[in-house]
């Protein structure tokens, strides 16, 4: 860049300039020459301008300027002017040293006033202050300083905006190479020295940004550009360049770089689009969320076709344009098929004067959360319907276990040709119905206190093969197919027969017509892939598969998703209670399994049970005692029950065999008097749930007192004081209600 315009030199000049070519023709004139000649600005011949008998030798002098016989010529000849006489005007023509054209100065042969000339020149004076004006304000709006360093002398030139940049007044302070090299950071030194020395090297521009350091280490930011004119030989003779001061831009350049810094590490997947709603810019976490690799593979693609629903995408984006911005939950389509729910936030972003520019959206996975939340729910309400299943069935089996031992007696008080047994015995089926009832409440609620055995699910199935034909009838086929090699697995007996019959009613009801019922069992590995895909909380590995299929009428999607609820039944009003199923779910979990269902409707359905093996060291089912005439003896018990018709018909059963009976309602009582008994204590029979100290406590601080004293519990619902989630603790004797006379009696002979 040039220290100043020299366009008012040219313009004002009372010289007769005038740029031609090669071939003299006239390519910029002044104002003194076209107001000598007349003319209008435009490309004429300069021979025009000549005397017809000069013509010939004025070329020939410029020729030599051509040929490069003189690198400037001087002549005088005669000029037509506008009045269309001929003037003597001195001419003075030099070559353009790089382009193809000649500069051409002439002067009228006359004498000129001083006061004329002072007069041009005080006005050349005052435009040229003019323009010095305007370049020194242009320079300083726009930051930027023009400075010329002579390589020959090593000569330094600052404009004022340099010296703004610099901080230094140029009333005190000369411009130099040295202050200029103190000035750079000292990181930044070698740089700026390495790009001068090659521009140099090289004959390129010398172009850097580079960094000024201020006390108490405020920096600035600087761009640099020059260029550097050479003699013939090829010497640098003036460095000519420009500063700017780009600090404000700098910084906010640094500030976006941290920006897009945060915005590419988010964990969040970050997307831009253009207003049409073809993407733009995605982040990495974008990628990672759909499954991508490169974003060449997404840029450029409409928004909406990244969602399972593009109908639902594109009216967020008609949102987005007609409200600024959308907030919600959409469903996204990964690459390997999978769905995930994504939660979004998205908004238009507009330029510095508000036009909208284009859509920017956060994306957050939010499938597992969902997940977790809607396990933290189902959990929640499973409690709170299991501690409502477990205060009913508290009081309901105390309510059964004396209906039952009142039935029992009035039984035995009749001959057996007796009309009344037959009626009183369908109470008593009614009773153990109700009893059932209970057991499934506390099933599905994984409430239900169960005692885990290692057993063969193929002899569990075998057992029941005889009762499952009887229940499905003569127009369904029952087919097993039973891995022999099959594992063992540690489950609750009587709820593993519960699970079987369950599963196949449930098939017979749904093959009205008839069809087949396919019982089988094998091993499967449920790897991590499966495990994660399914979301479900088990550990990889084998497991011991029960499956249930029938060819029945199928079920829905809308059926499927409700299938384990409780109370939710597809059957007609008085045939399902809608808690087989739930009781099914319930047990498996309670047992460390899981449960799939796999229907479309008119396509059948299969039950999958998957349940982890046993332990090869742990013991085997024991097999039923046979029952035996109901037993007597004389020993002391201690009876606590805080249910007074439960306790008064223990206390008559047990007295009626010849035990010695002290019955208490709560533990307190039994404590301070057996605390002052000094006979002997053989037995303790107590309920679980107690008020004020449970079966447990009352236990524990009894045998503290008689070290010797046996323990059998009883209850409807244990709540964990005797079990481990259900699962009754080991060397715990237990008898859960309702019980019958005989269940009693035996359990307490077998203690004593």
């Excluded at 020395?197 to 350091?213: F, G, K, M």
């Excluded at 439960?646 to 008097?673: E, K, M, N, S």
């Amino acid at each position: 860049m040039q220290l100043f315009d020299l366009n008012p030199f040219f313009e004002f000049s009372s010289d007769l300039l005038c740029i031609t070519d090669t071939t003299g023709t006239i390519l910029h004139t002044n104002r003194a020459l076209r107001e000598f000649a007349g003319w209008a600005e435009g490309a004429t011949p300069f021979s025009m301008l000549l005397h017809p008998d000069e013509q010939k030798w004025v070329e020939q002098e410029l020729a030599r300027l051509t040929n490069s016989e003189a690198p400037e010529v001087a002549f005088s000849c005669l000029c037509r002017s506008h009045t269309g006489n001929y003037e003597r005007v001195a001419w003075r023509a030099m070559r353009h040293p790089r382009e193809a054209a000649y500069y051409l100065s002439g002067r009228e042969e006359q004498t000129t006033t001083l006061t004329a000339l002072q007069n041009q020149l005080a006005h050349v004076a005052q435009e040229l202050q003019i323009s010095q004006t305007r370049l020194e304000n242009a320079q300083r709006l726009a930051s930027v300083g023009s400075w010329e360093l002579d390589m020959i002398t090593h000569d330094l030139w600052w404009s004022a905006e340099i010296y703004r940049v610099f901080e230094v007044n140029p009333n005190e302070t000369n411009a130099s190479l040295q202050l200029f090299r103190t000035m750079v950071h000292p990181d930044d030194r070698a740089a700026v020295s390495a790009a001068f020395s090659a521009a140099i090297a090289n004959r390129t521009p010398y172009t850097i940004t580079h960094r000024l350091l201020f006390p108490a280490g405020r920096v600035k930011y600087v761009s640099e550009q020059a260029f550097i004119a050479y003699d013939s030989t090829g010497t640098a003779l003036k460095a000519i360049g420009t500063m700017q001061d780009i600090t404000a831009w700098q910084e906010a350049e640094n500030d976006l770089r941290r920006k897009d810094a945060a915005v590419a590490a988010s964990l969040n997947g970050i997307a831009m689009t253009d207003l049409d709603g073809l993407l733009t810019y995605v982040n990495q976490s974008f990628l990672d969320l759909w499954g991508y690799d490169q974003t060449d593979q997404v840029l450029g693609r409409p928004a909406i076709s990244f969602w399972d629903s593009a109908e639902h995408a594109a009216e967020v984006i008609r949102s987005i344009r007609e409200d600024s911005k959308w907030m919600g939950e959409l469903l996204a389509r990964r690459t390997d098929g999978q769905q995930r729910a994504i939660q979004v936030s998205a908004s238009l972003f507009h330029d510095a004067l508000g036009s909208p520019l284009g859509m920017v959206a956060s994306f957050q996975d939010i499938t597992e959360a969902k997940r977790i939340q809607a396990q933290f729910l189902q959990a929640q309400k499973m409690e709170s319907i299991g501690r409502l299943a477990g205060g009913v069935a508290h009081d309901f089996n105390n309510l059964l276990t004396v209906m039952k031992g009142y039935l029992d007696l009035a039984m035995l008080s009749l001959n057996l040709d007796d009309p009344l047994v037959h009626d009183l015995s369908q109470v008593s089926k009614a009773i153990d119905s109700a009893a059932g009832l209970t057991q499934q409440l506390l099933a599905f609620s994984r409430r239900q206190l169960i005692m885990p055995q290692v057993i063969s699910l193929n002899a569990v199935i075998v057992r029941v093969q005889r009762m499952l034909l009887r229940l499905l009838g003569e127009d369904i086929e029952l087919q097993t197919i039973l891995d022999p090699e099959l594992a063992s697995v540690r489950f609750d007996p009587g709820q593993c027969e519960q699970i079987i019959i369950n599963l196949a009613v449930n098939a017979r009801d749904a093959m009205p017509y008839g069809g087949k019922l396919t019982i089988e069992t094998t091993h499967v590995e449920l790897d991590e892939a499966y495990i994660r895909q399914h979301n479900e909380e088990i550990r990889p590995g084998n497991y011991v598969l029960l499956a249930v299929s029938d060819n029945g009428v199928g079920m829905s999607k809308e059926v499927l998703a409700n299938l384990f609820e409780p109370f939710f039944t597809t059957k007609d009003q008085g045939k399902g209670t809608g808690l087989g199923l739930a009781m099914v779910y319930g047990a498996v979990s309670q047992n460390g399994g899981r449960i799939e269902v796999y229907s479309e409707p008119n396509a059948g359905t299969t039950v999958k049970l998957y349940l982890p093996p046993a332990e090869m060291s742990e013991s085997t089912i024991e097999q039923p005692k046979a029952a035996t005439t109901l037993p007597r003896g004389n020993q002391t018990i201690v009876l606590v029950e805080d249910d007074e018709m439960v306790r008064t018909l223990a206390t008559r059963l047990l007295i009626a065999q010849g035990y010695r009976v002290f019955a208490f309602r709560d533990g307190p009582a039994a404590l301070r008097i057996v605390g002052a008994m000094n006979d002997p204590i053989d037995l303790l029979i107590t309920d679980v749930i107690l008020p004020g100290m449970n079966g447990r406590i009352l236990a524990e601080e009894l045998q503290a007192l008689r070290p010797s004293i046996r323990v059998l519990f009883t209850s409807g619902y244990t709540s964990n004081v005797i079990a481990h989630h259900g699962i009754l603790e080991e060397d715990i004797e237990f008898l859960p209600k309702p019980y019958s006379i005989d269940q009693l009696l035996q359990r307490v002979g077998e203690l004593l």
